[in-house]
């Protein structure tokens, strides 16, 4: 079988952001950037899924030269090669399941594993559009995934408890925080993720067009949280609530 998987490189959740004085994009001058935890998950679920039934992990990021380094952490990890399309700057939602259908068509995977949102923009939209544009079955927010033959089975979180979703294969997967624990590469790994393939293609090789679907306007901060009050007793609470507040 064989898995094609994203990586995204994304700003460290630990690190704190800052908008650019024009309100056009957020500083990454010095920011450590990582991969995308949740496509993190979606590599070591593919490497288990691969120690299991046998076949190839495919790892694909879009983004800068850069983007180079969280390839070469999946391939530490296990995956067995990469590709990057090369693009700056960012690409919507859109764009992106379009250069992915076409590195779908290129390399013919069986399953593509996705996190279900990156942690930079939050849209948790290219896999269902990827999926609509190859006409595949699709299971978000996966908690575990089954393959037997053909046959997928995914348990995924949804409000209020677990749904399962059974369909045929070739399909697309999207990673939640609870499906896995993935694994920290070890010294051998990183060793032999230095010679495995890497191959670069730009969005030109691929024939897209990147005239974006949405326009972000700007960014702003969210407004700073006024201090909190201590109130002395329930009828100031009450009082507040009703001619302040306007709650009740």
């Known amino acids: 079988m064989k898995f094609l998987v994203t990586v995204k490189r994304v700003t460290d959740y630990e690190a704190k952001i800052k908008i650019k004085p024009d309100g056009s994009d957020i500083v990454t ?9 949740f496509d993190d998950i979606g590599v070591e679920e593919a490497l288990r899924l691969k120690e299991k039934h046998g076949g190839e992990v495919v790892v694909v990021s879009i983004g800068s ?3 180079t380094k969280e390839i070469r952490s999946a391939l530490a990890m296990g995956a067995d090669r990469g ?3 090369q693009h700056e700057g960012g690409l919507d939602s859109f764009n992106v399941a ?3 259908k076409a590195v779908v068509a290129e390399e013919s995977p ?5 996190g279900k949102q990156a942690i930079d923009d939050d849209s948790n939209q290219a896999a269902q559009i990827l999926a609509e544009m190859l006409g595949w079955g ?10 037997e033959g ?7 979180e949804a409000d209020g408890g677990l749904e399962t979703v059974a369909m045929k294969l070739p399909a697309i997967v999207t990673t939640d925080l609870r499906l896995n624990e993935p694994r920290y590469p070890n010294l051998p790994g990183i060793m032999k993720a ?12 691929l024939g897209i067009d990147v005239t974006p679907h949405v326009i972000v306007k700007g960014l702003e901060a969210p407004a700073e949280k006024a201090a909190g009050q201590i109130i002395p007793d329930v009828a100031t609470l009450m009082d507040k609530l009703q001619n302040e507040a306007k709650a009740l």
């Open 29 to 37: 001058d010095g920011v450590n950037m990582i991969s995308n935890p």
């Open 98 to 100: 379009q250069t992915l």
């Open 65 to 67: 030269k850069d983007a």
């Open 83 to 85: 590709i990057l399309v």
């Open 194 to 205: 230095k010679r495995k393939p890497l191959a670069e293609k730009s969005l030109g090789d």
């Open 110 to 114: 069986d399953c593509v594993i996705m």
């Open 150 to 156: 053909d046959d997928i089975t995914v348990i995924r």
């Open 138 to 147: 699709q299971a978000t927010q996966a908690n575990t995934v089954t393959i």
